[in-house]
């Protein structure tokens, strides 16, 4: 097998992760009803990865099998907001899939601790177990489950490596995975096509040229929108598996009620700089106040970021919240977006969420 350079050797640093808060429910209103959820506030003063099961992998078409799909996404523009080790880089969504039976990904991190093991006998520079291999490489590796949480986008059993860094270190990941395929392509353990080939689609802006004679397998690169459904399908490298939500309504002409849900812990931050308040929610998706509740009273409940009568008439205003989820709060991560209600009598709203619509790192979760 012909050797791959690899990346240096990383010191070992402990990985870090956040601590993270209970599921907030998604609902949704419209405007001036009792189910608006800006109105639940108006009356409240105080503002480890378990393989597959043989059984559920999927049978796919022959033609289909014999493909290996990788997507390159930018996930976020601060990579330390999910491992400190990380440092303050981009963080990119390798995302591989082979919808097969027998499937590549079968028991992934089993096999691919295994050829780390054999190709650490061969050249000591390779990492010898996964722990060491995702140093090395600089990333974080995320895998589903057999469920996912109701109206996420996530699939189960979907995978996916977080890299942070560069082009370069992009690449050096591309091109281990390149060895893992051929290595359990010709594995005596499954019977996979004799042609086989990786197709890529590169959402990100990088220039990722793959250098044919230095990879053993047939990779087909192409360029896709910078704008993907993709990333949502595995959870993000976060101890809460979720990604951040934000609910949008009306609450009178051009002004807007703002609800972040999901995983907000990892983003405190930012919601801190600019003195955006938190919430706890019942199971309901109503504020209650916690003045007289214990810690362990608290855990039982959600926490949200509340924005009540966001002026979007003010251009100054409206700049200011593009800029969250851009760069001051959610530095371009990728967020869910939920609109309630009918906006098409309010002209500037409705162009106000429209150009958060187009925003390369906002998904909307409803039609």
């Known amino acids: 097998m012909t050797k791959k350079k690899v990346a240096p050797k990383r010191p070992t640093q402990p990985q870090i992760s ?9 609902t949704s ?15 409240v003063e105080k503002a480890d990865v378990i393989g597959e099961s043989p059984t559920k992998r999927r049978r796919v078409p022959e033609a289909e099998a014999s493909v290996i799909s990788v997507s390159v996404e930018l996930y976020s523009k601060k990579a330390s907001l999910f491992d400190s080790r990380l440092g303050s880089t981009c963080l990119y969504q390798v995302q591989v899939e082979h919808a097969a039976r027998p499937s590549m990904l079968f028991r992934f991190r089993q096999s691919f601790t295994r050829f780390l093991t054999l190709q650490h006998a061969e050249n000591s520079e390779f990492a010898s177990n996964w722990s060491d291999f995702l140093i090395q490489y600089n990333c974080l590796f995320v895998q589903n489950g057999s469920e996912v949480q109701k109206n996420s986008g996530q699939i189960p059993w979907a995978k996916a490596f977080y890299v942070g860094g560069t082009e370069k270190d ?57 704008l993907s459904s993709k990333p949502q399908q595995v959870a993000p490298p976060t101890t809460r598996k979720e990604m951040p939500k934000v609910h949008v309504e009306t609450v009178g002409p ?46 039982k409940l959600c926490f949200a970021r509340v924005l009540r009568d966001v002026d979007v008439n003010d251009a100054t205003v ?12 959610f530095h371009g991560s990728l967020v869910g977006l939920e609109i309630a209600g009918d906006m098409s009598d309010d002209s500037v709203a409705q162009d106000f969420i429209s150009n958060v619509k187009k925003l390369p790192n906002v998904i909307q979760l409803n039609a």
């Open 318 to 329: 409206r700049q200011a919240i593009l800029r969250y989820f851009t760069d001051t709060v």
């Open 170 to 226: 992009v690449q050096l990941l591309l091109e281990c995975l390149d060895s893992f395929f051929q290595w359990r392509l010709t594995s005596p353990e499954d019977e996979f096509p004799s042609e086989m080939q990786v197709k890529m689609n590169d959402c990100t802006s990088l220039n990722l040229e793959l250098d044919a004679d230095n990879m053993e397998m047939h990779w087909e690169v192409s360029k896709g929108s910078a």
């Open 254 to 299: 051009g002004m807007l009620f703002m609800l972040f849900t999901g995983d907000t812990w990892t983003y405190r931050d930012g919601f801190a700089d600019f003195s955006i308040p938190g919430r706890y929610l019942d199971a309901a998706g109503c504020p209650v106040d916690t003045q007289d509740l214990d810690a362990s009273e608290k855990r």
């Open 18 to 26: 956040a601590a993270c808060t209970s599921d907030v429910p998604s």
């Open 29 to 43: 209103g419209t405007y001036a009803s009792s189910s608006s959820r800006a109105a639940l506030f108006e009356s």
